[in-house]
């Protein structure tokens, strides 16, 4: 009769312990984290690079998934008056931990350090997420800093020529007078050459890498060109 009864009781332990076991697979499997205080989300970021201009990042997150959120490599203590430098993208979130890269060549990176980020904006991150992922007010960033090899330039080279080009693009147009000390002095030293263009003259400037394409005729600004161009 007692092996009868601690037979009874040991299935009837199995039961509970099975049922247990059952309900939290579920709770797990549906999406949801419980008990969690919206403000306990987290996303934390290790970044490696990979190649001069490509990132790493491997993210790892206890926000209700899918989300979205914006990954960047942007220039270490900018400031927001600065022109940027950096290069950013909107990334799908699936997993709680996830690897993405950047690739920053077509930005021409300059070497140096920068920081790694990515941030969930509640504005738009949960839209087509959990009902749980919704009730986060708060943004939520993850960051760490990493070092870029590059382009070989430094990051000063890379303001200047920035700030050099946007004078370009915000004061030059067509029909602008050419001004030759003033172009150098915002611009640096040209490398003259004969314009495909009739009767003009190319002007490349390396330390902005852009080109003044000028009129020989009436000594003005036909267009101007990002790199070197000859028209």
Do not use: C
């Not at 332990?13 to 969690?36: H, L, N, R």
């Not at 699936?94 to 969930?120: C, H, K, M, N, W």
């Not at 986060?136 to 080009?165: C, F, K, P, W």
Request: glycine letters at 6%; a negative charge.
């Amino acid at each position: 009769m007692k092996n009868v009864l601690l037979v009874v009781g040991l299935v009837i332990v199995s039961f509970v312990a099975y049922s247990f076991y059952s309900t939290s697979v579920t709770q797990s499997a549906d999406g949801t984290i419980p008990d969690v205080d919206p403000t306990d989300y987290f996303i934390s970021v290790q970044a490696t690079p990979v190649s001069d201009y490509v990132v790493s990042l491997v993210v790892t997150t206890n926000i209700p998934l899918p989300v979205e959120v914006m990954a960047g490599v942007s220039a270490k203590g900018q400031a927001p008056t600065d022109t940027f430098i950096g290069v950013s993208k909107r990334i799908e979130l699936t997993s709680p931990e996830q690897t993405i890269e950047l690739d920053g060549r077509s930005e021409s990176l300059p070497s140096g350090e920068y920081t790694a980020d990515v941030t969930f904006y509640p504005r738009w991150g949960a839209e087509n997420g959990t009902e749980q992922a919704k009730t986060i007010e708060q943004e939520i960033i993850g960051a760490v800093d990493v070092t870029l090899s590059g382009s070989g330039e430094s990051r000063d080279q890379a303001d200047q020529r920035n700030v050099a080009q946007k004078w370009v693009m915000e004061n030059v147009s067509v029909g602008t007078v050419w001004n030759e000390s003033q172009f150098v002095q915002r611009m640096g030293q040209f490398e003259k050459s004969a314009s495909t263009l009739n009767l003009h003259d190319a002007f490349f400037f390396p330390e902005t890498d852009m080109t003044i394409i000028v009129s020989r005729v009436n000594n003005t600004i036909a267009t101007w060109r990002l790199g070197e161009a000859t028209q």
